[in-house]
T-cell receptor, first 110, second 115 residues
Framework: GQQVMQIPQYQHVQEGEDFTTYCNSSTTLSNIQWYKQRPGGHPVFLIQLVKSGEVKKQKRLTFQFGEAKKNSSLHITATQTTDVGTYFCAVDNYGQNFVFGPGTRLSVLP | DSGVTQTPKHLITATGQRVTLRCSPRSGDLSVYWYQQSLDQGLQFLIQYYNGEERAKGNILERFSAQQFPDLHSELNLSSLELGDSALYFC??????????????FGPGTRLTVT
């Protein structure tokens, strides 16, 4: 079945440092979504990527979809304490099932 | 506030019992998803309904069942509960739910504790 991996599992950074999480799929994807879950909260949609090689930016966040549509990355520039949480990628296997990656937990030290 | 409501917020019950979790999607959303999140774990997709019909199935146990009603609210039924079923159960909704993905809006979750 669909395998989705995320690395790293945990990341501790000093406030102001950059952060990147990677999502890798075993199969070619139709699209990929990213979600953020704050501690004690629920997942919140960040973005969806559809096209091969697509790059989207949201303020300090940059999302990229791989050329082969099997991997994606989320990069945060100059992290802030408000960036703390777990970042999940989520893939939809052409409507067959929905799979969330295991997530990358980000801690930001002030 | 995502617009998705879930009740109850917390539920404590004993092994062997049966519980029902309820979800009301955002106004206008036709698709409902159920997820299980164990302590410090990722989100496990259980099942998806679209406009009353089952659309996709994930790792849902046979002891679990769900349905979506004509008014589009959904219920997740968990029976013969075991200690390992203790988890946070999220409901999410989206506008559609076919071969094209749409962003999902998550509810606040129901925390189930089985003792």
């Amino acid at each position: 079945g669909q395998q989705v991996m995320q690395i790293p599992q945990y990341q501790h950074v000093q406030e102001g440092e950059d952060f990147t999480t990677y999502c890798n799929s075993s199969t070619t994807l139709s699209n990929i979504q990213w979600y953020k879950q704050r501690p004690g909260g629920h997942p919140v949609f960040l973005i969806q990527l559809v096209k091969s090689g697509e790059v989207k930016k949201q303020k300090r966040l940059t999302f990229q979809f791989g050329e082969a549509k099997k991997n994606s990355s989320l990069h945060i520039t100059a992290t802030q304490t408000t960036d703390v949480g777990t970042y999940f990628c989520a893939v939809d296997n052409y409507g067959q099932n929905f799979v969330f990656g295991p997530g990358t937990r980000l801690s930001v030290l002030p | 506030d995502s617009g998705v409501t879930q009740t109850p917020k917390h539920l404590i019950t004993a092994t062997g019992q049966r519980v029902t979790l309820r979800c009301s999607p955002r106004s206008g959303d036709l698709s409902v998803y159920w997820y299980q999140q164990s302590l410090d774990q990722g989100l496990q997709f259980l099942i998806q309904y679209y406009n009353g019909e089952e659309r996709a199935k994930g790792n849902i146990l046979e002891r679990f069942s769900a349905q979506q009603f004509p008014d589009l609210h959904s219920e997740l039924n968990l029976s013969s509960l075991e200690l390992g079923d203790s988890a946070l159960y999220f409901c999410a909704s989206s506008v559609e739910g076919g071969t094209v993905s749409y962003e999902q809006y998550f509810g606040p979750g129901t925390r189930l504790t089985v003792t």
